[in-house]
């Protein structure tokens, strides 16, 4: 019975309200396009269409190849990333004088786009997955790397402190000091990671390559088939979406509050 | 009286950050000697960077003085020695993802303790500061008071002859601290521990100590000691005793002219330069 908690509640209620109404705003305007302002149908394909296509690659299980081309590319460059990334973190983060040397340098190799080596991974590593998974390697490393760094290498002197003044062991200094102490870090990185390497796998897919939910979405564009474009990009966003909530709720269990 | 052997001894102990000629090179301290009494409260006082805090990290084995030696309860100091004393710091150094009953038996864990006793002897401590209703809490639910005592409980279940405390209420408000000083007096008078006890406050000085050693400026060294003949637990009446303002007073006197030296070289960027240089020089250790 508090008036403010439930006005933030109602609050609450009313933003979901305008979201759905400006999503619906966005398909009736779409449906408009197509139907009553005439723009061609190849360019925007109508929204009732998309959705029969969708129902169709859904139920068809057409998608099974391409999705799992591209969940095997993303599988393999989120291991690598994740391996080299939070061992090498781990180990800079041991002595000050490396953080000195690397956390600048692996910032600024970051902060260029890397998918400009994409040619140069499709040249040496051919058209195939490989050169897809390294290049969603090399650009989540630099988040989980950074983030590992940061987690482990600004751990509160005091507590350090704290504990080797009560005897703490090395393993029990980095089971229950380090590790608690850098995980909510670290496990931003992973997240972060996770969602660059998912883009850049798909994006190069769109660039040059011989299969995945990319390479598809790029083969029925230049077919001219829009309508069914649209339903894989529908379907790509929902496994995205997918993807994302399950890293994120992960990530929400292993912090501490 | 009843043993000639001093709790801590502290001999000819000189400590410096950096090396000479380097810009970051820091005397902090010089040719310090200073004795611990067993079962007494021993307050430092001096100005701020005199090298007080480092000098407690040193008794501990925290850190590792350039010259001189400290032995504690006669064996020589080397490293940390979690059997023989327990450190109290300024922010409570509290495991923030524990809540308090974990953080105590953690301690305890680290020190050593056989696992069918830590449940016990958490349970006793958190009673002892008055915290047992919050040993489920974490420490970010607590205020600034409450943390102090649940780190002073997780020092008192550790079961150690000696306590060091690095400035442990400087952090928290006047009224506050007055009770906890009080609390910590009553404790002393019970327990009969020896208390080393790091302080920029005057009047929390002469309230709990039984003898306050005055420092120097930087380089710190012990410029005079102080007695305070009063038996524990003080009550908060003696904060307006003619004796106590006497002692304070004095104190005051003591420290005005060092005070005034240390404020002129504020040069230094940094303002608790005495801590910061301490866990640095522990880092390079790590």
């Keep these: 019975m508090n008036p403010s908690g439930r006005g933030i509640a109602t609050g609450r209620i009313w933003s979901r309200l305008v979201q759905i109404a400006f999503l619906a705003a966005v398909l009736v305007l779409w449906s408009l396009a197509t139907t009553v302002w005439g723009v061609s149908r190849i360019l925007l394909p109508n929204p009732v269409n998309v959705w029969h296509q969708l129902i169709d690659v859904v139920s068809s299980g057409a998608f099974i190849p391409d999705l799992r081309v591209t969940l095997g590319e993303l599988a393999a460059a989120f291991a690598i990333s994740m391996s080299l990334g939070v061992s090498l973190g781990y180990l800079i983060s041991r002595s000050r004088y490396l953080i000195r040397v690397f956390e600048p340098l692996l910032a600024a190799i970051y902060s260029i786009p890397i998918i400009l080596f994409l040619p140069l991974y499709v040249l040496l590593l051919g058209l195939g997955p490989d050169s897809k998974i390294a290049l969603g390697a090399t650009i989540s490393f630099f988040p989980i790397v950074l983030s590992t760094i940061a987690g482990f290498g600004y751990v509160d002197r005091t507590l350090v402190t704290a504990a080797r003044s009560m005897g703490a062991s090395n393993l029990q200094m980095f089971r229950h000091v380090l590790v608690p102490a850098a995980l909510p870090v670290v496990l931003a990185g992973l997240r972060m990671g996770f969602t660059v390497a998912l883009l850049s796998v798909i994006a190069s897919e769109t660039i040059a390559s011989f299969a995945g939910l990319g390479h598809h979405i790029v083969d029925l564009a230049e077919n001219m088939d829009t309508a069914r474009m649209f339903a894989y990009i529908v379907f790509v966003i929902a496994i995205v979406a997918f993807l994302n909530a399950v890293v994120s709720t992960l990530e929400g269990r292993a912090r501490w509050r | ?286």
Excluded at chain 2, 50 to 65: E, Q, R
Excluded at chain 2, 159 to 165: A, G, R
Excluded at chain 2, 173 to 200: C, P, Y
């Design chain 2, 1 to 286: 009286m009843t043993s000639a052997q001093p709790a801590i001894r502290v001999h000819g102990v000189s400590h410096q950050f950096g090396q000479a000629g380097e810009a970051r090179h820091v005397q902090a301290l010089l040719d310090t000697s200073l004795e611990v009494a067993r079962g007494e409260l021993q307050c430092l006082i001096g100005p701020s960077g005199c090298g007080k805090s480092t000098l407690l990290g040193i008794m501990g084995g925290l850190i590792a003085p350039t010259t001189g030696t400290v032995t504690v309860s006669g064996k020589p100091v080397r490293g940390p020695m979690p059997r023989d004393l327990a450190f109290v710091f300024q922010e409570s150094a509290l495991f923030p993802w524990n809540t308090v009953f974990e953080n105590i038996v953690l301690g305890m864990t680290f020190q050593g303790v056989a696992k069918a006793e830590r449940r016990d002897r958490a349970r006793r401590a958190l009673e002892a500061v008055g915290l047992l209703d919050f040993a489920e809490h974490y420490p970010g639910q607590l205020s600034g008071g409450m943390r102090q005592r649940a780190a002073l409980a997780r020092a008192l279940s550790l079961q150690t002859d000696i306590l060091l405390m690095d400035e442990p209420f400087g952090a928290l408000d006047e009224q506050t601290r007055m009770v906890l000083g009080e609390d910590l007096s009553v404790l002393l008078s019970r327990s009969k521990k020896t208390i080393v006890f790091v302080t920029h406050s005057l009047g929390e000085a002469v309230f709990l100590a039984d003898r306050v050693a005055v420092f120097s400026a930087r380089p710190g060294t012990v410029k005079q000691i102080i007695t305070v003949d009063e038996p524990h637990p003080r009550k908060p009446s003696f904060m307006t005793a003619p004796k106590f303002h006497a002692l304070r007073d004095q104190l005051y006197g003591l420290l005005h002219d060092e005070i005034r030296k240390a404020i002129s070289e504020t040069a230094q960027p940094r303002r608790r330069y005495d801590q910061a240089g301490a866990a640095e020089a522990d880092g390079d250790r790590a």
